[in-house]
């Protein structure tokens, strides 16, 4: 039987792998994974794929626009490993239609675990965090203005029912995350927000406080509006 294996890699530092994961990724007979080329630079750093010319280990692209591959030619291989750029897939990552496919047709499907920017910034958040919720990536354009409503009613939860605010963190673009902190200063302007900055990257940084005190800090720095960020609303 075939058998699908789930890696986490690196979302910045590339020490940031396991033993099993480099492990997986050299036995697999192909690897799916989101970009080939970055996925390729990171087999190298690693001397998976030979970098000398050398016929490397096969690479299948698969991301969220591509066509279901067929049962026939996941078939075809015995084992299958599947990466995406960065971090765990299928964690506001493609990945949970290949992983659909997969168990329909039979297939063994194994999780690699490994980094996450959502469990990375909430290790360093300074609270005790026993439930959160997670929403992934706000929208563009259409409804993005109701998430941010949605984040501030479960930071606040519901006074009527008794029901305490959980805290709530996300993932935002930098060409977004001073509007995505407008609006938080609109509907949650008195709660305590942690930003996540090119976690595990070379110019790593972590800050906190309300939403409006962050907007100074980025608008009066501009290079700290670049990278990618995790956010985090605490009730």
Same mark, same amino acid.
């Given at each position: 039987?075939?058998?699908?294996?789930?890696?986490?890699?690196?979302?910045?530092?590339?020490?940031?792998?396991?033993?099993?994961?480099?492990?997986?990724?050299?036995?697999?007979?192909?690897?799916?994974?989101?970009?080939?080329?970055?996925?390729?630079?990171?087999?190298?750093?690693?001397?998976?794929?030979?970098?000398?010319?050398?016929?490397?280990?096969?690479?299948?692209?698969?991301?969220?626009?591509?066509?279901?591959?067929?049962?026939?030619?996941?078939?075809?291989?015995?084992?299958?490993?599947?990466?995406?750029?960065?971090?765990?897939?299928?964690?506001?990552?493609?990945? $949970? =239609?290949?992983?659909?496919?997969?168990?329909? @047709?039979?297939?063994?499907?194994? +999780?690699?675990?490994?980094?996450? *920017?959502? #469990?990375?910034?909430?290790?360093?958040?300074?609270?005790?965090?026993?439930?959160?919720?997670?929403?992934?990536?706000?929208?563009?354009?259409?409804?993005?203005?109701?998430?941010?409503?949605?984040? $501030? =009613?479960?930071?606040?939860?519901?006074?009527? @029912?008794?029901?305490?605010?959980? +805290?709530?963190?996300?993932?935002? *673009?930098? #060409?977004?995350?001073?509007?995505?902190?407008?609006?938080?200063?609109?509907?949650?302007?008195?709660?305590?927000?942690?930003?996540?900055?090119?976690?595990?990257?070379?110019?790593?940084?972590?800050?906190?406080?309300?939403?409006?005190?962050?907007?100074?800090?980025?608008?009066?720095?501009?290079?700290?509006?670049?990278?990618?960020?995790?956010?985090?609303?605490?009730?």
């Amino acid at each position: 039987m075939s058998t699908l294996y789930i890696v986490s890699t690196p979302i910045g530092n590339l020490e940031d792998i396991t033993f099993r994961a480099l492990r997986v990724l050299k036995e697999a007979d192909v690897i799916f994974c989101e970009d080939t080329r970055v996925t390729r630079k990171l087999l190298e750093h690693y001397k998976i794929n030979p970098p000398d010319g050398r016929e490397g280990k096969p690479l299948k692209s698969f991301h969220a626009h591509s066509l279901i591959p067929s049962t026939q030619y996941m078939a075809s291989f015995s084992n299958i490993a599947y990466v995406t750029d960065a971090g765990t897939p299928g964690i506001s990552d493609p990945g $949970a =239609k290949l992983v659909a496919l997969a168990r329909e @047709s039979g297939m063994s499907i194994v +999780p690699i675990p490994g980094p996450s *920017a959502l #469990t990375a910034l909430l290790s360093v958040a300074g609270k005790e965090i026993k439930e959160f919720i997670f929403k992934g990536f706000p929208p563009h354009k259409k409804g993005r203005e109701t998430f941010f409503r949605e984040v $501030a =009613k479960e930071a606040f939860g519901d006074m009527n @029912s008794k029901c305490v605010g959980r +805290p709530v963190i996300f993932y935002e *673009a930098p #060409t977004r995350v001073l509007k995505a902190l407008t609006f938080l200063d609109k509907f949650c302007p008195d709660n305590k927000i942690v930003i996540g900055r090119e976690l595990t990257k070379k110019f790593e940084e972590v800050l906190e406080g309300t939403a409006s005190e962050l907007l100074v800090i980025l608008t009066t720095n501009p290079l700290k509006q670049k990278g990618e960020f995790a956010i985090l609303v605490i009730p």
